[in-house]
Structure formats: structure tokens, C-alpha cells
């Protein structure tokens, strides 16, 4: 039982949450209201007039092949940044638990990307991978692929997937590197008396063992490619070539912001909005359930 | 079935050498308990025969085949850990089985099998139940069971009854005792509680700082302890201990406070007009008259434990209550009643007295 504090003045509690509930309702919830108020709109070009229109503006979302296109280009994006960022931070995790020697050196070093801001990590990319300045782009050529993503769509969209991935390895690194000590040495020992090599500790004691870690990671991995990738994308690509990299949370700024279809854009934002209620219910839900050993 | 033979182990981690150089040589089927006070490498040469501590000097044989550079899982052996080491995600059977399968045994010798350990071990209907719903005794029950299935020459438990509340420390010795005997496989034990090593042992290893002091049955330890630490280690209450000076004609040993005590006809080899320390057990000191005492105690404490009274004491009034460690005790019958601050005669009972060499601590004559 946790022993309640109680406050002489009613007053104190609430002052101390107060600067708290600024920051939410000005930076969350006014402009999530808005959002929500403005995708019933639709407004001229040039903010002349406005017309309350219903849900003309998410019909007219679903009706348009760029947007649904759009939405598998990112479900694509997504699933492709939460398994390769999980499944090598899971190898690198595994591999640092083992360490003895330098094990502190190694696990700063993996650490560091983390605290690289997303745009940079973009702009990292951006130079390696120029087809006219990018030492990787000139390496790939030394061995005859000629790497352009500024033409090719699949590229591009590799290039992305790489940075996003990149970025995220450390976060999930650290989570998975965590969970690994977590696991009682004596566990592992008793596996290797039983007879198992490394390789079936790991898939039979280990990675069990860390799946409440693992789906964490999973929600937390598909929530950042789906919304923190904005600053990579307008780094690497700008949504393009010809959109082949125009992911939901670049289209809505994209749309509002140089589209200046600001009706439609609040609907694609509150359709997000939706979809990040949903994996937050979701995570919720199952690690609540989820047991811990 | 396979006998375990130690030769001069060393362990040394870094610049730091943790033991000292042990040698015993185990028998087929019998029960070894290793016993120390904590830090004393007691866990770690028993990790070093399972294979999951390095050996830095020395050998050792399982079944005649030196295993220095044998992996754990081909050395043969089982092992039952202190927190039990029990996976988890997997169900008791699953536990039992894990090491099985990767033997690649069958399916129904592997059912086989767990059956027969549940069976002995009556863990028949936790068989699907996880570990977590189980209680910490039949944890430890799933634990010898998976050590059993696996049909092992030789069986390592690394104080394997510390986990448990004390009632039940004492039925799980019982069942690991007779467990042993009928199975007949040669066990290593690490415990550091002195009563479980008592009850349980063929032989007893004493190590203490990384060098074994004695290796011998129980009651021979107890008896003729070798040195002054084993003395003190075995034995409930701990062995009472005096400094004094042995006489010229090696017949008596003044202690501090002026007293005499007989050495009648201990062996005290070249130790005469030296001095050595005395060690008496609680039991070896009886009550008398006035003019037979060989020491007067002053009661400190009175412990009553209705079977038996233990009456701590000191030889001069100067002791201090916080001192007791230091305080001389008698184990009296359970209806005495000695009180507090009254003085207690007492002498030495004869085949009662040890004694030990001052500076080596090992012990004087047989």
C-alpha cells in the first residue's frame, strides 16, 4: 500500500499541476481541437471564405488514389523501419550481453545515434548517398550499381527506411540490452548444463523472455516511423521522387502547408490522430495482460 | 555413476587468487557437502566442476576423464541452483524436458522420464502449472526434478535449501538425503549453514578462505576439529575458546583470569611453557562444587530452549553485554535455571578439551 500525502490547501495540487495542464491544453489539445473543427471545412485558396462541409473532406480523402496510395507507401515505410530497427538492435543486444571486455565503450558508442536529431540523421544520409557527391553512391558505382534516388522511387524509399532505421537502433538497443540483464544468470547457466549452445539459448530463454520488451518496442517502433519520421523525409526526399516517399505525416504538411488545402490536410491529421488512439489502446490493453516473469 | 577427483584446484580472477589449491578425491555415489562461511570460494569450486567457471590451475575428473575443457552440458553432471533457475515461460514439464529433447531423446522416453522423477518426487499434478504458480518448495522439487531426468553421474547443488523458511529447509533436507541414497549418485553440495552440512554429508569439506581446512565425515569434524576455524565453524552453539599459557610440565594451562585447567593426558607436544589457545564445546563443560571448578563463569544470559539451557558467561566482571560473542557458554540441562549476575563453577569434561596452536590455528597433538 502506498501511503497517500495529503495537502492541507486545495489549492497547492492543483498549482503544481497547473503549468502541466497549460502545456497540454495549448500544444495538444487546442490545436487537436482545431484540427478536428477545420476537417469539416473547406476554405479558398486564399483564406477568403470558408464553408462548413461535413465529411466532404475525409470522402474526398478515401477517393483519392494519392492518399490511399499513400497509406500502404507508409504502412510499407513502417513495418519495414520497426523490423529492421528491432530485429539489429536484437542482434547487437544479444551480442553485448555476451561482452565482457570494452562492454561500457560498446554500449555508449551504440547509443549515440540516438541523440542525433532526426533531420540530421537525414542530412548524414542525404551527403553519403548523393549520386553526385555520396561516397556510398560512388562505392556503389565502383561496383556497378548506379544509385540514384533522386530518380528512382524504390531508392529513395530505401534511403528513408535506412535513415529511420539507423536512428531508432539505439532506443530499441538500450530496451533490449535492459531486458537481456534483466534475466537471471542462473537461468542461462542451467540451460547450458541442459545442453544448449548459444544460438538456442537465445531463441528458447532469451528472446521468450524479453517479449514484453519486444511488443513495447514494436507499438513504440511502428508510433515513431508512422510520426517522428517527418524530419528524415523532409531532409532526404521531400516526399518524393513523384511521391514515392510521401508518407502520411509528410502528406499532411505537404498538403496543408504547400497544397494549401488546409480542409483536407485537417483530415488527414485527425484520421492520424485516430490511428495513434488506437495503437495506444492497443498497447495498453495488451501490456497490461502481458505477464511479467 | 562416476567417482569426481580434484586436484590442487586454483582459482584466480585477475591478480586475486580465490582458492588456494584443493584436492579431494570423491567416490562413486557418495555425498560431499562443502561448507564455509560466505565469500569463502565454496560456490565457486562447485562451478568450477560444473563447468561454468573457468580453472586456472589444477584438474578435474569426472568419472576418470579429466573435463577441464569440457563444456557443462557434456560433463555429465545436473545442477539445482539457490534461486532454482526454473524457465519461466515453460511449464513444469516443459522444465523437466527442456534438457531432454535437446539430447534428442524420444518423445515417450522423455515422458518416460519426467514421469518417473514427477512420480518419486509427487509433482505429478504441477506438471502444467508455471513455476510462478508454484510454492517455493515445489519449485525446488521441479528443480531436483530436472536435475534427475537427466540421469546424471553426478549431481551439483548450489545451496539449494537457502530460499526456503526454515520448517521446510528441514523436510526438503530429509528428502534430498534419502533422494540421494536411493539413486546412489555421487553429489556435491555447497551450503553454508552448518546443520545442513552436518545432517547431510558422507564426508564434509570445511574451506575457509580458499583452503580447504578438513576433509572428513561429519563426526569426525566434529570431534577432532583440525584447526581453530573448523572449531568454531561446526557445532551449534559455536566452540568456546580461551587463551592461556601451558604450564612447564605440560599438566595444566593457566587461562587469563588466573584459573587452571587440567590437561590430563592430551598430547601437548613441544607447546609446554607456551601459549595456545583452548577450545572447550558447550556440552564438555559441566556445572560442579566450588573446589572442583576449574573456571568460575559469571552469567551474562540465560537462553531457555526447553530441551536444553544455555547459560552464557564471562570469567571476569568486566565484560561487557555487547560482547557476547565472546561470552563462554554451558549447555545445561532444559529443567536448570541458572540466573543472571550469579557465578557458575564449571570444569572441563574429560575428552572435552582441544587445542590449538596460538599463531597457526591449527590443532596441537591428535
Given at each position: 500500500m502506498l501511503k497517500r500525502v495529503h495537502f492541507n490547501t486545495s489549492w497547492l495540487p492543483f498549482a503544481l499541476v497547473a503549468p502541466q495542464i497549460f502545456i497540454t491544453v495549448v500544444f495538444f489539445l487546442w490545436p487537436a481541437g482545431q484540427a478536428i473543427f477545420q476537417s469539416f471545412l473547406l476554405e479558398d485558396a486564399f483564406g477568403l471564405s470558408t464553408e462548413f462541409v461535413w465529411f466532404d473532406n475525409f470522402k474526398e480523402l478515401w477517393a483519392d488514389d494519392a492518399y490511399t496510395d499513400s497509406f500502404s507507401r507508409t504502412a510499407f515505410f513502417s513495418l519495414m523501419v520497426a523490423f529492421l530497427s528491432l530485429s539489429i538492435a536484437l542482434v547487437l543486444a544479444g551480442m553485448a550481453d555476451r561482452i565482457v571486455k570494452f562492454a561500457t565503450t560498446y554500449r555508449t558508442l551504440l547509443i549515440w545515434p540516438y541523440a542525433v536529431a532526426p533531420v540530421l540523421a537525414g542530412a548524414l544520409f542525404v551527403f553519403m548517398f548523393d549520386p553526385t557527391l555520396g561516397l556510398v553512391a560512388y562505392a556503389l558505382d565502383i561496383f556497378g550499381y548506379d544509385w540514384n534516388h533522386k530518380l528512382n522511387g524504390g531508392e529513395a524509399m530505401a534511403l528513408v527506411i535506412m535513415a529511420a532505421t539507423w536512428k531508432q537502433i539505439s532506443y530499441n538497443f538500450l530496451f533490449f540490452l535492459a531486458a537481456m540483464q534483466s534475466i537471471p544468470k542462473s537461468l542461462l547457466e542451467a540451460a547450458a548444463i541442459d545442453g544448449a549452445g548459444p544460438a538456442r539459448r537465445f531463441w528458447t530463454i532469451i528472446f521468450p523472455l524479453i517479449t514484453p520488451t519486444t511488443f513495447f518496442l514494436l507499438v513504440v517502433n511502428i508510433v515513431y516511423a508512422f510520426f517522428d519520421t517527418f524530419g528524415i523525409i523532409s531532409a532526404v526526399t521531400d516526399g518524393g521522387p513523384a511521391g514515392a516517399t510521401n508518407i502520411l505525416v509528410y502528406k499532411v504538411y505537404s498538403d496543408g502547408f504547400i497544397g494549401l488545402d488546409l480542409g483536407g490536410s485537417a483530415a488527414q491529421s485527425v484520421v492520424l490522430m485516430a490511428i495513434v488512439i488506437v495503437i495506444t489502446i492497443i498497447q495498453f490493453r495488451y501490456i497490461e495482460k502481458k505477464v511479467d516473469y | 555413476m562416476a567417482g569426481v577427483n580434484i586436484r590442487n584446484i586454483k582459482k584466480s580472477y585477475g591478480a586475486i587468487e580465490v582458492l588456494h589449491g584443493i584436492s579431494v578425491d570423491i567416490e562413486d555415489g557418495e555425498f560431499i557437502v562443502i561448507v564455509g562461511a560466505s565469500g569463502c570460494g565454496k560456490s565457486t569450486l562447485l562451478r568450477m566442476v560444473a563447468g561454468l567457471e573457468a580453472i586456472t590451475e589444477g584438474e578435474i575428473e569426472i568419472g576418470g576423464r579429466v573435463v577441464n575443457e569440457v563444456e557443462p552440458k557434456d560433463r555429465d553432471i545436473a545442477m539445482v541452483f539457490q534461486n532454482y533457475?526454473?524457465?519461466?515461460?515453460?511449464s513444469v514439464y516443459q522444465n523437466m524436458a527442456y534438457g531432454l529433447k535437446l539430447m534428442n531423446l524420444p518423445k515417450d522416453e522423455i515422458q518416460a522420464r519426467v514421469d518417473k522423477a514427477a512420480d518419486m518426487l509427487q509433482i505429478g499434478e504441477y506438471l502444467k502449472r508455471r513455476p510462478r504458480e508454484l510454492s517455493g518448495g515445489q519449485r525446488q522439487r521441479v528443480a531436483m526434478g530436472r536435475a534427475i531426468v537427466r540421469e546424471p553421474s553426478v549431481f551439483l547443488f548450489d545451496e539449494p535449501l537457502s530460499n526456503l523458511d526454515a520448517k521446510l529447509r528441514v523436510t526438503m533436507r530429509l528428502e534430498i538425503r534419502a533422494l540421494q541414497r536411493r539413486l546412489d549418485v555421487t553429489s556435491l553440495y555447497v551450503t553454508h549453514d552448518q546443520v545442513e552440512a552436518m545432517t547431510l554429508a558422507d564426508r564434509l569439506i570445511v574451506l575457509n578462505d580458499g583452503y580447504a581446512e578438513q576433509i572428513d565425515t561429519p563426526l569426525n569434524i566434529y570431534e577432532n576439529p583440525a584447526s581453530e576455524f573448523v572449531a568454531g565453524f561446526i557445532g551449534s552453539p559455536p566452540m568456546n575458546f580461551f587463551t592461556g599459557d601451558l604450564s612447564t610440565d605440560g599438566k595444566s594451562i593457566e587461562i587469563d583470569s588466573g584459573a587452571k585447567i587440567a590437561v590430563k593426558d592430551y598430547p601437548v607436544g613441544d607447546n609446554v611453557g607456551k601459549p595456545i589457545r583452548i577450545g572447550v564445546r558447550a556440552e564438555k563443560l559441566e556445572p560442579c562444587s566450588r573446589n572442583e571448578a576449574e573456571i568460575i563463569l559469571k552469567i551474562a544470559a540465560v537462553e531457555t530452549l526447553g530441551s536444553e539451557t544455555l547459560a552464557h558467561g564471562f570469567t571476569d566482571d568486566g565484560m561487557a553485554i555487547t560482547d557476547m560473542e565472546n561470552s563462554i557458554v554451558v549447555k545445561m540441562p532444559g529443567d536448570a535455571r541458572p540466573t543472571v549476575g550469579e557465578e557458575l563453577p564449571v570444569r572441563v569434561m574429560a575428552g572435552g578439551l582441544h587445542l590449538f596452536d596460538v599463531g597457526t590455528g591449527k590443532r596441537v597433538g591428535g
Open positions: - | 533457475a526454473l524457465y519461466p515461460h515453460m
